[in-house]
């Protein structure tokens, strides 16, 4: 592989017709810069230089390698400095709404990183389970899950593939022991949330191709914020059906536990939602490649049997 610290010292060493002025130019040794060009002429296999004890001069190989090496090293000078334009040119204010849990618990750690690698930004963020009116509220974009596809606004998506599955912490399955089947949920505690206009008590499922089942369940304990459910979950309230993205850490840490996992809960596919196409703008388009880079290393969700 050629390094690039060793391409610069090629084109100065040519430009300067001596190893040992563009090894003092670098603030090298003689002896680095020789085998700095060594390396390089190894990685390309080809002689770059014919040497002597008195001479040191590019070779025909060398002199038909110079101009794609200054290409090159200009290509990437130039595409730093455009990327540094870009870094500087995302100013302003980006006023964001997003589900209380996947706010609090992954996007303030994702969007304090964002904003450390665009510090001209000022971000505001709204956090709350009732769906924000992109159209009406003071917001420039919003994370939803679910977004209805005849919608009138932009969506594009984050985590396509995301769905609710059904968990519970160790310490409630060794107390109430661990439903077999969906229908022995109703004898067990669960834990709902409001969604939309009522109380989330409804559960779907799926299985295999075109299975489905309902079951209405209930429990003692409900709350308007998804997160508060979460919790109540690992403090061993009960048994949530949750987004994966919510529980896939807890999950992993042993907080909580995926039951019945040969069903499928309804699909909860993650969107970012703009209100006009005009207000995709580059500062947008920064946030979507970012949380989608950022979704992408989270585990995917339980694979069906």
């Known amino acids: 592989m050629v390094r ?3 391409l610069k010292l090629f084109i100065r060493t040519a430009a300067l017709g001596s190893f040992s002025n563009a090894a003092r130019e670098a603030g090298l040794l003689p002896g680095q810069a020789s085998a ?13 230089f014919a040497r002597s004890t008195r001479s040191l001069r590019l070779t025909a190989e060398g002199q038909h390698y110079l101009p794609f090496a200054c290409q090159a090293l200009d290509a990437l000078q130039e595409g730093h400095g455009q990327l540094h334009q870009a870094r500087q040119a995302l100013q302003g204010n980006l006023h964001l709404a997003a589900p209380s849990d996947l706010g609090r618990n992954l996007l303030l750690g994702w969007l304090g990183e964002f904003r450390r690698a665009y510090p001209g930004l000022s971000l505001r963020l709204f ?17 939803r899950y679910a977004v209805k596809a005849d919608a009138s606004f932009i969506a594009l998506p984050l985590a396509p593939a995301n769905h609710r599955v059904l968990v519970a912490s160790p310490a409630y399955l ?59 979950a690992v403090a061993g ?3 949530a059906c949750k987004s994966w993205l919510d529980v ?3 999950v992993q840490a042993g907080r909580l536990e995926v039951l019945l996992p040969h069903w499928r809960g309804e699909a909860v596919p993650l969107y970012l939602v703009c209100p006009h196409r005009q207000q995709f703008s580059p500062v947008v388009q920064a946030l979507h490649q970012w949380l989608r880079e950022c979704l992408a290393q989270l585990p995917a969700p339980p694979a069906q049997l």
């Open 174 to 232: 060794a107390r109430a022991g661990r439903p077999e089947n969906l229908e022995a949920l109703a004898a067990h505690h669960c834990l709902l949330y409001v969604l939309g206009d009522g109380v989330y008590a409804k559960w779907r499922f799926y299985r295999g191709e075109g299975m489905r089942q309902d079951i209405t369940v209930g429990g003692a304990l409900i709350s308007d914020d998804a997160d508060v459910v979460r919790r109540w």
């Open 127 to 143: 956090l709350s389970d009732q769906v924000t009116d992109v159209f009406r509220d003071p917001i420039d974009v919003a994370i």
């Open 4 to 6: 690039l610290d060793d």
């Open 237 to 239: 309230e009960g048994i």
């Open 36 to 48: 700095a060009i060594k390396r390089l002429e190894r990685a390309l296999d080809i002689r770059l």
């Open 248 to 250: 896939c850490a807890d």
